[in-house]
């Protein structure tokens, strides 16, 4: 502490202060984002992380008996012939027999119907469910086993190993005395509509006009199951399960849940996997990494990846089990029977647990099966990367507070005097401009008072801050994001593609607009000026560094993301001219286009056709498959991340962009020729 | 239920112990016993101290605390009314999940009341070894509407009545609550249906409780008796229930043991679609209950037969021997009589659904009554801060109309927010299709008013038969924090064929750090909700309470229990006193650490430094060092060889100096900056 006052009295005293308050921040700004991306890639390493373990002891993770299997089995083929037979029905007609079947084995029954309307499209359907009731419970909670009729992400497939071995579970769970809890059953019509009804439904969150309510309840959800095992052909052997564990919003289950599952998995001697990654080496660092990072692409995008996802923002814990065959292309020895164990045994240390799940982790990074990184060893990644653009926002705002005489026009110093004594201005930037006046005279003294002279070779003068309009700009360029938010939420799905091409040519062209024609123009004298730069990009720069902070704590992974793409708006030049030359700010403005909201879009896009999204279907490619998909998430998940990329990210580039192609005096025209040519049609 | 009602009337006898039990199979394979323990001591007697068949351990606490009339519930699990219909005993003789009981204690004042009660709870709660100390003045309501006095008191014994009724929703139920009951019966589970009683089968049941009722009998002519009533019901279901207590585990079958349904295109070997509720399970008496009748009870009423069934006559039943049979006329239900030495026991053989004599559902169960009302509560939203209760009361009648009071107590950190009580009804079957629907909201502005130690509860108008009159009366206790709960009683009627809703939203407090149970995380049980449906024409009012409920007698009502909730605080992190201790430590020993330096230190900047040469101990030893040399010099030039004796005094202070400044070197070493 006293070192760091003693530099701090040194800085000050040496008259070094503007330029260290030049040249310091943005190398301050580089060495964050530089440390929080090394940071993230030493994550994997043994020293920074942890092995899992069972934190809540209640669980006693596989320390059950299973006694599934055997008869169970001739019940179970049975019920996957009904399942069979129902294949090509109706969901209305499904849901009749897979009522029949379970009224038979002695459950209650309840239906319930769900439209959602989303991209012009609607998604309607029925859900059915049972309740088996806890025989000495008082339905006060319950846990869930989701067996979806279809799944994929496409939903392609016919879950009919899971739908058959969550009625022969249903069955066989029956017999039992022990439960505490309710265990619900739940047959969505697919994994992406129908058990967000459900819940929403099952918490009276549910907008009565689209999903009706449910006419059967039970108490407190402590935990969700759900099944992803098409089965095709009649041994469905498999060798080990992948535990899907992601939901919506980047929002996670406990680690308790997935502990869990794993341990049973493993002592049943069944692998298991996370993230597709089937042939995971356990130690192996790039295994680990890519686990990790895969994760963190899932989270960021916040959607739902299955049907256990819907479950965790009303914090119920849940995910979903998909058996995979062999790694090395063979089938594995496990039957459904095994399968059916586990969930058994996942079910009983569920019905062992006293309280809700609490007792782990909500926050991690899974990164093989038994190594996660908690939030207080990653957080730092995000936050600093975050951190880097309030450095540099508080840095121009201190810079912004002088003038440098030595390079200043006069001209424009006058001007701006004229400008205040006229006052044409709006007189709230005149008051702002006094308060923060009498703050900067406040320090005068201070600095007076310690007693050394402050006269400095640069000759830097204290300035009037004038505030209101750049302020306004930024927050209106925040409050614009709202259009293509509206935009891309309203389009129907067959327009999406045309009205992104419009809306990406009409962004690449609006920067350039905005600096040209509104900031140039008569109407803004004061735009002229440096300060006025520094201030829109101070501003722009803490808004983002704010929100992203924050957004760091809820959904690491989007917030790193966003933080990322964003970064190079830290180093846009905001100087006139002089040390930036136009080719820097050609490159900064061609680098900015490229990092735009909608070309990163366009390019996820793309990339996700050619190497993600396996089996995602041939249909649905491009953009306008992307674009329909959150606004999918937008209506029925409540999914964020649309809000994220055009309200907070989409502001900053544009505040960003028009700060480049203001800068470097009135040559800013030659600036990327491409663009130039369509700003000049426009 | 045609055996309720033979064998209520024998109240009236002189008899004084006798026993029933009472078995009625369900549908699905489940099977409802209920065992009736009853027995008399004349008033004169018991205050005589003379108690014969009463237990003596509970009647010394009644005297002692001046109980007139007790009641004492313990209840595991819930009823299907859907599938079982209409509750044993119209749900007189069962309670809300956990421990239950009422009293009406003589008492001149509230202060005195409340003393006895706990004194009351106090001891049962030994007796029973239950949590009953734990119903305190939280948990403890004084209900208006809902409870009548089910025993004859003369009027100037009523006068000084006090009810008082606490719950406790989590206490769970289990054998060393069985124990103690067994031991107040005359034979004590050794004799007689009481032999039947086991805690491995009682405790499995799909739903179970036992109660004790005592209250003062007056026949008209005879001397006054105080009974004491003894209730176990118990739905068992029979699969499980015929599981060998040595081998309870459900394994499965082997695969040539399942019933199939051999219609199915795919059945074989090794695929089967079963057919598990098809058809009626065979079962015996020692099968469910793990052991047979240890002959009659020697005590018992010898007219009374002591088990009976309720199965239509066409279904067939085995005994063993010894047994006579008693067929009541009108059929659906017969009595036996059982030997008072052997063992006894029924077989009920399965009913084959095929074959040349096929049996069918109305030959193996006798017809389902129907219960007057359904009632289903839950919890509405979600998040920890508040929430709502929603209770759906659906009318199955197609003609009458039911009346009933709702009556909750609410633990004191659910506040609830009373103006935002609403009614919705839905008319179901005659307008099929369209359900109408209304709201009708109830006026809050009363309920501050009746935030007073007088009952005056709202009433709110009645219109006669007019449907938007849902609510009829309320009256509502607000809760005071920490010191008791919120009461809220609510008459209600309700329509023929139409369901209401009605709902209300609570917020819920933070607790203090200490007052939350080690398992916070589970959330905090809500106790059940009370019916009691009235009859028609004995609507009671608050405003003749307590002299105006004679004619409500317990013949009159019926009752029904929701279900419990469970109700999830905002639960503060409990290590965050250890971080924030950690955190305020680091924070004060850095700022302390800081800040004392700069207090105590002066700073000077690096190039001020020099001019005075060198701060700290090595400075001036240094500088003193030069000093002495200067002044050596100069006494060395000026004396020659003149003054000797002083020279050496010097050079001895010199020396000292030397060492001085060596050792503060070797210590200066470490500290100088």
């Not at chain 1, 759900?226 to 939901?247: K, M, T, W």
Request: proline share 6%; charged share 20%; net charge neutral.
């Amino acid at each position: 502490m006293p070192g760091l006052l003693a530099s701090a009295l040194s800085m000050r005293r040496n008259g070094s202060s503007d330029r260290l308050l030049r040249t310091l921040p943005p190398y301050v700004s580089l060495l964050c984002i530089v440390v929080g991306v090394v940071w993230l890639f030493l994550l994997p390493l043994d020293g920074y992380s942890r092995r899992t373990y069972i934190s809540e002891n209640a669980l006693l993770p596989g320390q059950v008996h299973t006694y599934f299997g055997g008869s169970d089995q001739h019940v179970f083929r049975a019920y996957r012939h009904e399942i069979d037979a129902l294949a090509n029905l109706t969901n209305t007609e499904v849901n009749d027999g897979l009522e029949t079947i379970l009224k038979g084995v002695g459950l209650k029954v309840g239906r319930q119907n769900y439209t959602y309307h989303s991209a012009g499209e609607t998604y309607a359907g029925e859900n059915v469910y049972a309740l088996l009731p806890a025989p000495r419970g008082d339905a006060t909670e319950a846990i869930v086993l989701v067996a979806p009729w279809r799944v994929g992400s496409g939903g392609e497939r016919l879950n009919r190993g899971g739908l058959a071995l969550s009625l022969a579970l249903a069955r066989y769970f029956k017999r039992w005395s022990l439960w505490s809890k309710d265990i619900v059953l739940v047959f969505p019509p697919d994994t992406r509509t129908g058990t967000q009804a459900w819940v929403d439904a099952y918490h009276d969150a549910h907008d009565p006009r689209l999903v009706s309510p449910l006419p059967l309840k039970s108490g407190a959800l402590q935990g969700a199951v759900a099944l992803d095992y098409p089965q095709e052909g009649d041994s469905g052997r498999f060798e080990s399960v992948h535990i899907v564990y992601d939901g919506v919003n980047g929002q996670l289950p406990n680690l308790d849940l997935i502990n869990s599952v794993v341990n049973i998995a493993n002592g049943q001697g069944q692998g298991s996997t996370l993230q597709r990654m089937w042939k995971h080496r356990g130690a192996a660092y790039e295994d680990r990494l890519r686990t990790m990072l895969r994760g963190m692409v899932s989270q960021g995008l916040g959607h739902a990846t299955g049907a256990h996802s819907a479950f965790i923002p009303y914090h119920v814990d849940a995910v979903t089990i998909q058996p995979v065959s062999g790694s090395n292309g063979g089938r594995g020895w496990h039957d459904e029977m095994g399968l059916g164990r586990l969930v058994e045994g996942v079910f009983r240390s569920l019905n062992n647990l006293l309280e809700h799940l609490h007792q782990s982790f909500f926050f991690y990074l899974l990164l093989s099966k038994d190594r996660f990184v908690s939030i207080g060893t990653y957080l730092p990644s995000a936050m600093l990367v975050a951190a880097n653009f309030t450095i540099m926002a508080i840095s121009l705002w201190v810079r912004s507070g002088y003038k440098e005489v030595g390079d200043v026009e006069e001209v424009e110093k006058k001007e701006a005097d004229t400008n205040n004594n006229n006052s044409t201005t709006v007189g709230a930037a005149n008051g702002d401009s006094k308060i923060s006046n009498s703050g900067e005279n406040g320090k005068d003294t201070t600095t007076a008072t310690t007693g050394t002279a402050v006269t400095t070779t640069t000759a830097s003068k204290k300035a009037e801050r004038h505030i209101f309009l750049p302020l306004g700009l930024v927050v209106g360029s925040h409050l614009l994001g709202a259009v293509p938010l509206f935009i891309f939420n309203h389009t129907p799905s067959k327009l999406l593609t045309p009205v992104f091409t419009v809306f990406a040519l009409a962004n690449a062209a609006l920067p350039h607009l905005v600096s040209h024609y509104i900031l140039r123009s008569s109407l803004f004298v004061a735009t002229r000026q440096r300060q006025f730069y520094r201030l829109l990009k101070s501003f722009s720069l803490l808004l983002l560094g704010m929100f992203l902070s924050a957004l760091a704590t809820l959904n690491f992974s989007l917030a790193l993301l966003v933080g990322l793409l964003a970064a190079p708006l830290t180093f846009t030049p905001v100087e006139p001219s002089g040390s930036y030359s136009l080719p820097v700010k050609a490159v900064f403005a061609l680098l900015l286009d490229v990092l735009s909201p909608p070309a990163v879009v366009a390019a996820a896009a793309t990339a996700w056709r050619f190497f993600g999204g396996a089996g995602a279907g041939a249909g649905q490619v491009g953009v306008g498959a992307v674009l329909r998909e959150a606004a999918f998430g937008w209506d029925v998940w409540g999914l964020y991340t649309p809000l994220i990329v055009w309200c907070v990210w989409w502001p900053a580039w544009l505040v960003g962009s028009v700060v480049v192609l203001s800068s470097g005096g009135g040559g800013s025209g030659e600036s990327s020729g491409a663009r130039m040519g369509k700003k000049k049609v426009l | 239920m045609h055996v309720l009602a033979s064998s209520s009337s024998p109240a009236s006898s002189s008899s004084d112990y006798y026993e029933q039990l009472n078995l009625k199979p369900l549908p699905q394979s489940n099977l409802l016993a209920s065992f009736n323990f009853r027995s008399n001591t004349s008033l004169s007697q018991f205050e005589a101290h003379n108690f014969q068949y009463f237990p003596r351990s509970l009647g010394q606490i009644l005297q002692h605390v001046g109980t007139r009339e007790l009641h004492l519930r313990f209840a595991l699990g819930r009823w299907d009314a859907e599938s079982w219909g209409a509750r044993p005993w119209d749900g007189t003789k069962e309670g809300g999940t956990g421990v239950e009981l009422w009293a009406w204690l003589e008492a001149q004042t509230d202060e005195e009341a409340s003393h006895k009660w706990l004194t009351l709870t106090n001891a049962l709660s030994g007796l029973f070894c239950a949590s009953l100390n734990f119903i305190d003045e939280t948990r403890t309501t004084r209900p208006v509407m809902s409870f009548r006095p089910e025993g004859d008191h003369s009027e100037d014994i009523l006068e000084n009545l006090q009810l008082l009724h606490g719950v406790l929703p989590r206490e769970v139920v289990c054998t060393e609550n069985l124990t103690p009951f067994l031991k107040l019966l005359p034979c004590k589970g050794k004799a007689g249906i009481s032999t039947l009683l086991d805690g491995h089968k009682l405790f499995d049941a799909s739903w179970q409780s036992m109660a004790i009722d005592i209250r003062p009998i007056c026949p008209s002519g005879e001397e006054c008796v105080l009974q004491i009533e003894q209730t176990i019901d118990m739905v068992l279901d029979i699969e499980r229930a015929k599981r060998p207590r040595g081998n309870p585990i459900p394994r499965p079958r082997p695969g040539h043991e399942l019933k199939c349904n051999t219609s199915k295109p795919y059945h074989s070997g090794d695929t089967c679609f079963p057919t598990d509720f098809a058809e009626g399970q065979e079962w015996a008496l020692d099968q469910v209950f793990g052991r047979s009748v240890e002959g009659a009870c020697p005590l018992t009423d010898p007219d009374v037969p002591p088990v009976c069934i309720q199965v239509p006559h066409s279904r067939d039943i085995y005994t063993t021997a010894g047994a006579s049979e008693i067929k009541s006329p009108g059929g659906g239900s017969r009595c036996y009589q059982i030997p008072s030495n052997d063992g006894f026991s029924l077989i009920l053989p399965r009913m084959s659904r095929e074959g040349p004599d096929a049996k069918t559902d109305a030959d193996e169960l006798v017809p389902l009554a129907s219960p007057p009302l359904y009632a289903e509560r839950s919890l509405m939203g979600h998040g920890q801060e508040r929430g709502g209760v929603q209770t759906i009361l659906t009318n199955p009648s197609p003609d009458a109309a039911v009346e009933f009071v709702y009556f909750e107590t609410l633990p004191w950190f659910m506040r609830i927010y009373l103006h935002t009580l609403r009614t919705r009804i839905e008319y179901y079957p005659p307008h099929q299709g369209q359900s109408q629907s209304q709201q009708i909201g109830t006026e809050a502005g009363t309920a501050g008013a009746a935030d007073q130690q007088q009952q005056q509860p709202f009433t709110s108008t009645s219109g006669g038969e007019d449907s938007t009159d849902i609510v009829r009366e309320i009256y509502y206790r607000p809760a005071l924090d920490r010191v008791r709960g919120t009461q809220l009683e609510l008459r209600v009627r309700i329509p023929p064929a139409s369901r209401v809703v009605l709902t209300y939203d609570f917020e819920v407090t933070i607790l203090r750090y200490t007052e939350y149970p080690p398992d916070a995380n589970r959330g905090f049980d809500v106790a059940a909700a009370v019916i009691t449906i009235l009859e028609k024409g004995s609507s009671p009012s608050a405003d003749d309470n307590g002299n105006g409920g004679k004619d409500m007698t317990r013949r009159g009502t019926s009752n029904l229990r929701t279900t419990g909730l469970l109700l999830s605080l905002p639960t503060p992190d409990f290590s965050m006193p250890y971080n924030v201790i950690i955190f305020t430590s680091t924070a004060i020993a850095l700022a302390f650490g800081g800040l004392y330096n700069i207090l105590v230190r002066r700073f000077v900047a690096a190039d001020e430094v020099s001019e005075v040469g060198a701060g700290g101990l090595k400075g001036k030893v240094l500088l003193a060092v030069k000093k002495l040399a200067v002044l050596v010099k100069q006494k060395l030039a000026a004396s020659g060889a003149a003054s000797s004796s002083g020279g050496g005094d010097i050079k001895g202070a010199q020396q000292q100096q030397e060492n001085k400044k060596d050792r503060g070197d070797e210590n200066g070493k470490g500290k100088a900056e």
